[in-house]
């Protein structure tokens, strides 16, 4: 079902659609390079914080001291 969906959409996009003629100036470049490396960074950050809770879980990590003072 989601399947068919996607691919409809998609040849809805690629087929249908006109050209836009439009211009991008190098300040929407430069834009673009920095919302992909904010959002490397942010999952990058997301990650790490799984992976510790994880290995708190497992019983491979010891909490911080930090962590030991919260109720």
């Known amino acids: ?20 003629l439009a211009y991008l100036d190098p300040g929407s470049g430069g834009m673009m390079v920095q919302l992909l490396l904010g959002g490397v960074a942010g999952v990058v950050v997301l990650a790490r914080l799984c992976w510790q809770r994880l290995m708190l879980r497992v019983g491979l990590s010891k909490p911080d001291a930090y962590e030991k003072a919260e109720p």
């Open 1 to 20: 079902m989601y399947f068919t969906v996607l691919v409809i959409t998609v040849w809805l996009v690629f087929v249908c659609a006109r050209p836009a």
